[in-house]
């Protein structure tokens, strides 16, 4: 455990895995770097989100052209990272963001993670995040936040699982 603090959330290395058995559900994914032709899934697996949560803070949903452009401007320390299925088909999606534009939070990055509903609750999102986590430790990021609005006891228990506590509300 290398016990390092993430965003006042403690998260202890871990591995990413490729498969998960999760409440005898056990799915296989791939996890690798986002590229533009993604941005179609990923758009869609988003803008389920802006049409039925809160998560995104978006209120329209993303055109298949601004969703490319935001991947345009993913590289480097801050990547976006896809899940695919055994039929290569982008069952979610994870990105690791500035925290904070002051320079004091230079070391500290937000992660989000966004799952297709049809894919919730098998291990997807808990493969992203641990591949979120070893990224993070990889670019010598200090702190990953993770804010989470509104009822999102799946997001809670998903950082929960990997190390993060709750630090405020």
Known sequence: MNGRTRAGLKAYGSTPTMHNLV???????????????????IANIYNHEVLSGVATFDLVPKTLDEQREWLRERSGALPCIVALND??????????????????????????????????????????LSELVHLADEHGFHATFARIAGENPASIALHSKHGFEMVGV
């Open 23 to 41: 409440r005898g559900t056990f799915i296989s994914v791939k996890v690798r770097l986002a590229n533009l032709s993604d941005a179609e899934e």
């Open 87 to 128: 039929s290569r088909k982008v069952v979610g999606w994870a990105c690791l963001s500035k925290y904070r534009d002051r320079p004091a939070y230079g070391t500290s990055v937000e992660d989000s993670i966004y799952v297709h509903p049809e894919h919730q609750g098998v291990g997807v999102g808990s493969v992203l």
